[in-house]
């Protein structure tokens, strides 16, 4: 069951009408009216991956009331890593003082965040832990291209967080479904700066190390994958949508998420939406919507919300979890 949840995202705010002053050919209609985004946080000079998943790591800790030694497992989704090699997770794991907990890190892009709380409910599931923090997070900023007008003015940066303990058979996750399709990689991914194109003048020069995305395409397969996944997890946990108190779907654009709902047949009054002010913020999207849904009064003891993933792999999942 999810014992307490929290966020952080960087203090400075990117309005989409400041595009322009950086020399990008856009404009706050066209991005509004194509992704539904207003504004996103974006890291400073001196904030890091790790500052704000600590950060949103002592929030979701003070929610449940679990100390940094109580912890089991930490588990951090993310695509954006403050160093490569080693794990985000253990970086976490030494600013939060978690001596006890073992660290990983999911690579799953968008996706994270929902793999790493379905990994964290098997490992509790077979006995190995008792209390697992999962955190999705991401700097964005640091790795997309600012001079693609494609991409720079989706992504935002962010990290949510969530304590997970063993659950009784009434709460938890009801339902759970993971997919992924490696042989689609091509149309989201960073193509070079990696083991097999190690990092060069050239590459830097032409940007072929940060994120590239054909986003028609990747557009569709987030549709096609993301409803289908609705319909996997409501058939697994034997509900029907009307049975779904919230859905909280990854916060790419406005238009999947509603082109989603009206798939799974969920009103957008039950859909969390906060992509307007925060942008796609990848593995960080949904743990943070969750944190604010609950704020919000919008999830209580009982509340069933259905979770949602698509990312870059392609990967994608869905959860449904009773609260
Ligand atoms: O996190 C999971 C992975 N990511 C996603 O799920 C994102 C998926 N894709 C999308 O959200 C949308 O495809 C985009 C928002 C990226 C683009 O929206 P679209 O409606 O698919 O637009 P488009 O790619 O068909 O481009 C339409 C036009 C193009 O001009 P031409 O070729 O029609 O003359 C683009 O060059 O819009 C142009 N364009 C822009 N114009 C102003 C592209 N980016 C911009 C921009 N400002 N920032």
């Not at 289908?228 to 779907?249: G, H, T, V």
């Amino acid at each position: 069951m999810v014992a307490g949840t929290g966020y952080a995202v960087p203090k400075r705010v990117f309005r989409n009408d400041e595009f322009a002053s950086i020399g990008i050919d856009t404009d706050d209609a066209w991005i509004r009216e194509r992704t539904g985004i207003r504004e996103r946080h974006i890291a400073g000079p001196g904030e890091t991956l790790t500052s704000i998943c600590t950060e949103a790591a002592h929030n979701a800790m003070a929610a449940a009331g679990v100390s940094a030694a109580e912890l089991d497992m930490i588990i951090v989704g993310t695509c954006s890593p403050d160093r490569l090699l080693p794990s985000a997770s253990v970086e976490l794991q030494a600013a939060l003082g978690a001596s006890r907990a073992v660290a990983f890190d999911v690579g799953a892009a968008c996706s994270g965040w929902l793999y790493g709380m379905q990994v964290a409910e098997a490992m509790m599931a077979a006995g190995s832990v008792e209390t697992v923090l999962v955190v999705g997070a991401e700097l964005l900023s640091r790795i997309v291209n600012w001079k693609d007008r494609n991409t720079c003015v989706l992504f935002g940066d962010g990290a949510g967080a969530t304590i997970v303990k063993r659950s009784t058979k009434q709460r938890g996750i009801l339902a759970s479904y993971m997919r992924s399709d490696g042989t689609l990689a091509d149309l989201l991914d960073r193509p070079k700066g990696g083991a097999a194109y190690p990092m060069t003048a050239e590459i830097l020069a032409e940007g072929s190390h940060l994120v590239h995305m054909r986003g028609r395409e990747v557009f569709k397969n987030a549709v096609r994958s993301m409803a289908d996944a609705c319909d996997r997890a409501l058939d697994l946990a034997k509900l029907s949508s009307s049975d779904i108190d919230l859905l909280i779907p990854h916060q790419a654009n406005v238009r999947i998420i509603e082109a989603t709902a009206k798939h799974a047949n969920v009103p957008m009054e039950k859909v969390f939406v906060n992509v307007d002010r925060f942008g796609n913020t990848s593995a960080a999207s949904i743990p943070i919507a969750l944190d604010e849904a609950i704020a919000q009064g919008r999830v209580k003891d009982g509340t069933i919300v259905m979770f949602v993933a698509f990312g870059a792999g392609f990967t994608w999942g869905s959860m449904v979890v009773r609260f």
